[in-house]
C-alpha cells in the first residue's frame, strides 16, 4: 500500500554528473493499493538524451510518525538509451 508515500526518479549519465545533466522521470503512484509506481519522460525529454548508457534510480519519501521525512531507494539500474530509427 503506498498511501502517503511520493515517489521520483532520475538519470543521469553517471552517479557523479552534475545536477544540470540529471534527467528527473514524471513518477506517480498510479495504483495506490497495489503498490504500482509510473515512471515516464515527454518525447522532448527523451529526444534530449544522447545515446549510451545511464544510471537511474527511483525513491520514495514519507512521513514517519514523529513527521520526519524518510527516503528509501527502493530501485536502481542502468537504462541504454539508442537513437530512433522511426520518427
Do not use: C, H, W
Amino acid at each position: 500500500n503506498l498511501s502517503n508515500y511520493s515517489p521520483s526518479a532520475k538519470m543521469k549519465k553517471t552517479y557523479t554528473s552534475s545536477d544540470s545533466d540529471t534527467t528527473s522521470f514524471t513518477a506517480i503512484v498510479s495504483d495506490t493499493t497495489a503498490g504500482i509506481i509510473t515512471l515516464s519522460l515527454t518525447n522532448t525529454q527523451t529526444d534530449a538524451l544522447a545515446k549510451g548508457r545511464y544510471v537511474y534510480d527511483v525513491e520514495l519519501s514519507f512521513l514517519d510518525s514523529a513527521s520526519n521525512t524518510i527516503v528509501e531507494r527502493i530501485l536502481e539500474g542502468r537504462i541504454q538509451v539508442t537513437p530512433s530509427v522511426t520518427k
